[in-house]
């Protein structure tokens, strides 16, 4: 049964060795970050599944490792565990992994890569089946709103963003499952919305959980729509 969950976006600059210089403008959204992390250790899950998107369907069940090497920065990040096994994990992934090894979960850890174009509906039993892997689960779900927020964001400006992305973070803010299950995969595709597929994995583990939330963090520092929310 799912226990809790951390919603956080992934962009690469979330990590400072990969910011660099402009590392200061993303404290605000670590912090928050490491704040949903701490409340999902917190509620004591037997396992953690990070969520992300992937260019394919991939899971990590004994161990995973990705890398920042794209990124120019000679940094490496592992889910919890001794073991590394399976191909480098998904960006999305990566960025989880650095999140947990940041705030220091030393938990049983699956991953699951999920395609963007994934259907709702398959989305939603992933999250069912998830959430049945053991009697507590956490899971930390990756992913970023629109990336159409201005027109320096990497999909341009475009107006529907920023409803649809207000419209997210309400649903990410108050646990509203059917919201989440009914954001629809091709406005989502078309703004560039990245995390679609994950949050509705998150709206099929909770189904019949009755979890709360609270929404820590949400802006568009660079015309993408970035979110953190604690479910508990």
Known sequence: MLVAAAVCPCPPLLVPEVAAGAAPELDALRAAC?????????????LVVVVGAGPEAEVWTEGGAGSFHRYGVPLVAKLPGDRVEGPELAPSLTVGAWLLERAGV??????????ADAPADRML???????????RVALLVLGDGSAC???????????????????????????DLPALAAVDPTL?????????????????????????ARLGYQDAPYGVGYFVASWN
């Open 34 to 46: 490491d704040e949903a992390l701490a409340a999902l250790v917190a509620a004591e899950p037997q």
């Open 149 to 175: 927020r201005s027109v320096k964001a990497p999909g341009y400006l475009d107006e529907r963003a920023e409803g649809f992305d207000a419209a997210l973070a309400a649903a990410l803010g108050s646990a």
């Open 125 to 135: 039993g992933l999250g069912q089946g998830l959430a049945g892997l053991a009697d």
């Open 188 to 212: 989502a595709a078309e703004l560039k919305a990245e995390g679609r597929a994950p949050w509705q994995v998150l709206a099929g583990a909770a189904e019949g959980a009755g979890l709360t």
């Open 106 to 115: 030393t938990l049983p850890t699956h991953a699951c890569a999920v395609p």
